[in-house]
């Protein structure tokens, strides 16, 4: 198990052997696979690396629901970097992906947070609370210009079946 995902990392990293993201993305997959039922110190780790070949399309083709799900993966298994990473692409994932849709994505997100904080995990960088605070804010203005958006199109539908109702008339 260990020596699965070191694989992963060797060809991820270009260790040993020549850098290849593809055949890291199957070691990883291996692992998450075989411990999907297990628990295992590498699972979030392995998912967590996943999902960013899958955001950079680095040896697999890039994939927003896949990254979404193994970012989640990570997360779930109390992994520093995996969680901050899904609560970033909670923020910026368009919402008809969301698993999240029934909920506040911006609370899940702060809640993901502020556990990632309160992990004590040193390799946290300082500067984490402006980036969040900051991705937070691009999403608050991401739904409301999608609002507004979906304001004006009800709004121009409604001016042109007042127009298509005079025109008639005349």
């Given at each position: 198990?260990?020596?699965?995902?070191?694989?992963?990392?060797?060809?991820?990293?270009?260790?040993?052997?020549?850098?290849?993201f593809?055949?890291?993305?199957?070691?990883?997959?291996?692992?998450?696979r075989?411990?999907?039922?297990?628990?295992?110190?590498?699972?979030?780790?392995?998912?967590?690396?996943?999902?960013?070949?899958?955001?950079?399309?680095?040896?697999?083709?890039?994939?927003?629901?896949?990254?979404?799900?193994?970012?989640?993966?990570?997360?779930?298994?109390?992994?520093?970097?995996?969680?901050?990473?899904?609560?970033?692409?909670?923020?910026?994932?368009?919402?008809?992906?969301?698993?999240?849709?029934?909920?506040?994505?911006?609370?899940?997100?702060?809640?993901?947070?502020?556990?990632?904080?309160?992990?004590?995990?040193?390799?946290?960088?300082?500067?984490?609370?402006?980036?969040?605070?900051?991705?937070?804010i691009?999403?608050?203005?991401?739904?409301?210009?999608?609002?507004?958006?979906?304001?004006?199109?009800?709004?121009?539908?409604?001016?042109?079946?007042?127009?298509?109702?005079t025109?008639?008339?005349?």
């Amino acid at each position: 198990v260990d020596s699965m995902y070191f694989v992963a990392e060797c060809y991820a990293e270009g260790k040993g052997v020549k850098q290849d993201f593809a055949k890291a993305a199957q070691w990883y997959k291996k692992v998450v696979r075989y411990h999907q039922n297990n628990e295992n110190k590498y699972i979030g780790p392995a998912s967590n690396a996943l999902a960013l070949l899958y955001s950079e399309g680095k040896g697999v083709k890039h994939n927003k629901e896949k990254v979404l799900r193994y970012f989640k993966t990570s997360a779930d298994t109390e992994f520093p970097p995996g969680m901050l990473n899904y609560a970033y692409e909670i923020l910026k994932q368009d919402e008809s992906l969301s698993a999240l849709a029934d909920q506040d994505i911006v609370t899940v997100a702060k809640s993901i947070f502020k556990r990632v904080i309160n992990s004590g995990d040193e390799k946290i960088d300082p500067n984490e609370q402006q980036k969040f605070t900051k991705a937070i804010i691009e999403y608050q203005l991401r739904k409301k210009k999608a609002e507004e958006d979906a304001e004006c199109k009800e709004f121009e539908s409604i001016v042109e079946q007042m127009t298509h109702k005079t025109t008639h008339v005349n």
